[in-house]
């Protein structure tokens, strides 16, 4: 699969609101992807191949923080890259807009958004009970910052 990571344009945002309900219980409403778009700190990217969108992801990059604001791979394209793709866009934006560390959360029974996360350098740092309804957060945390 050749994917390519390019910005979210407003023209995905259709797209991107379907592909997001598919991907989870609460999905994202496209006035509310929109108005993500309108903030000065949020930056999202698109995975997609020759068929369409596979994927997007945003990071809100606060001062020295970022902080993965959504990360979304159309269900029947996972563990094939999508994400993890995306995730090094992330980790780039947040690198060259001087943050020293990103945080996410993950729900603790997604091991397989938990393992790409170890595998890209995130560690555990604390977790948020009930968080997901019944189900907790595991919050995650990077370095950005080399030899720290």
């Not at 609101?17 to 929109?34: H, I, N, P, Q, T």
């Not at 793709?85 to 959360?105: D, P, S, V």
Request: with cysteine; glycine share 10%.
């Amino acid at each position: 699969m050749d994917i390519r990571i390019r910005e979210l344009e407003r023209s995905d945002l259709h797209y991107a609101a379907e592909l997001d309900r598919r991907a989870f219980e609460d999905g994202w409403s496209e006035k509310m992807l929109s108005a993500e778009l309108e903030k000065d700190f949020a930056y999202y990217f698109a995975a997609e191949d020759g068929g369409g969108l596979l994927g997007f992801a945003g990071v809100w990059c606060v001062y020295e923080t970022a902080d993965v604001a959504r990360i979304a791979v159309e269900p029947s394209t996972r563990r094939r890259g999508i994400g993890e793709a995306l995730m090094r866009a992330l980790i780039e934006k947040a690198g060259e807009k001087g943050c020293c560390r990103m945080m996410l959360e993950v729900d603790e029974t997604n091991s397989a958004a938990g393992s790409m996360y170890r595998k890209l350098g995130f560690t555990e740092i604390d977790l948020r009970k009930n968080y997901y309804g019944e189900h907790s957060a595991v919050i995650m945390e990077l370095n950005l910052i080399e030899g720290n």
